[in-house]
């Protein structure tokens, strides 16, 4: 039925499990979970949470060198396992290597979020915490309490991939690499007015109660969830009705539109849904203190080898977004990926993904410093790889 479908969508947008990494759907590899607390958080709003709490998992361990740590933080709705994609023999990330860090970004219900904090800052209450307040907090907890003190690289899909530019903005030495996919460095306008319409959408249940729900709104949650849908893949996965080969025979397109609508993120929280948009919409590195809202000064400050990789048809982060912000970065490789799958693609939405991905950002950390394939080419022009959207046929699916 239709909900291998719905495991998949949860795999590569929401990180609940492995994606694809085995038959089982279970990761090979599973992170050792870990909290962090942090004591008068101050949050760029302005509001001080008394604790502030970061829930992360981690793979592997530091070595005596201390030189083997890869930072993953975590996209929309995801927990530590969201990168479960990544990690494995044959993949970019082996955790007998390395040392990786998967963190939980605040307002998924499990770090500190609208749903599991206390009074005056319950629910509605919360305040609206950025990129940077999630990027602080994770510098606390890697150089205090894990002892890190340098990167090998932040790789992030998504709101993750924010979190890698802001990481490589706010601290330009802390890393040697950082590898976006799908997630760009600024949310520009019209991706604050798509998110706009999923939280119109949710908000306008009148179970809602501006945020002070006693049972979740329901309605306005699979009103989201539609609208939310609508966006995550590309106009011909839907034409070509790619959710087939998710499928066994006699699926229709009513019962995969149905699942996502009543379960595009089972057990959600309404206000935690709403706090993370509210994070994601805010996203600017031009806005980092120093670059007085100029992005492009902001790009043009990145240290770190940067592998951007945005998704061909993503309609959440376009590609021409990408283009865009690349030529303002140093060194900066452009490598889009050549997929339908829409956004999903930056996380192996498809096997063809999954392949392409990891074989280039395993190459990438594998480069030497100021060498390698990915540099003997002007800073920021795309990477010599074809950027034609392929088949269905074409990609082994």
Not at 212 to 218: A, I
């Amino acid at each position: 039925m239709v909900k291998k479908l719905l495991l998949f969508l949860t795999l590569a947008c929401f990180g609940i499990s492995s994606l694809r990494a085995q038959k089982s759907d279970e990761p090979l590899f599973k992170p050792e979970p870990h909290e962090f607390i942090i004591h008068s958080f101050r949050t760029e709003s302005g509001v001080t949470l008394p604790e502030a709490k970061i829930v992360y998992g981690t793979y592997g361990r530091l070595n005596a060198a201390g030189d083997n740590a890869v930072l993953l933080p975590s996209h929309y709705m995801a927990d530590m396992n969201g990168y479960a994609w990544l990690i494995g023999p044959g993949k970019a990330l082996d955790p007998t290597h390395q040392f990786l860090i998967a963190t939980e970004l605040f307002g998924n219900g499990r770090s500190s979020s609208p749903s599991n904090t206390p009074e005056p800052f319950r629910g509605p209450r919360f305040p609206v915490t950025t990129i940077r307040d999630n990027v602080e907090a994770v510098h606390q907890l890697l150089t205090t309490q894990l002892g890190v003190r340098h990167l090998q690289a932040v790789v992030g899909f998504s709101m993750g991939a924010q979190q890698a530019f802001q990481w490589a903005v706010s601290y330009p030495d802390f890393m040697d690499r950082i590898v976006a996919t799908s997630g760009t460095a600024k949310t520009y306008g019209h991706g604050i007015l798509r998110l706009e319409s999923e939280i119109t959408a949710l908000t306008t249940d009148e179970a809602f109660k501006g945020g002070d729900y006693t049972t979740e709104p329901v309605k306005g949650i699979q009103a989201f969830s539609i609208v939310w849908t609508a966006w995550l893949f590309s106009q011909e996965w839907w034409r070509q009705e790619l959710w087939k080969t998710e499928e066994p025979a006699g699926t229709t397109f009513d019962q995969v539109v149905e699942h996502y609508r009543t379960n595009l993120i089972p057990g959600a929280d309404a206000n935690n849904l709403i706090l993370q948009m509210r994070t994601w919409e805010r996203h600017d590195v031009g806005t980092t203190p120093g670059f007085g809202g100029n992005v492009q000064k902001a790009l043009g400050s990145i240290k770190a080898r940067v592998l951007y990789m945005p998704s061909e048809t993503d309609l959440y982060f376009p590609v021409t977004d990408a283009r865009y912000e690349a030529q303002f970065i140093p060194r900066c490789s452009l490598l889009p990926i050549p997929s339908l799958w829409g956004h999903p693609a930056g996380a192996g939405a498809s096997p063809a993904d999954l392949k392409f991905l990891n074989e280039h950002i395993g190459e990438f950390l594998k480069q030497n410093p100021g060498g390698g394939a990915y540099w003997r080419q002007s800073a920021c022009s795309p990477t010599p790889f074809s950027n034609a959207l392929r088949s269905p046929a074409q990609k082994g699916m």
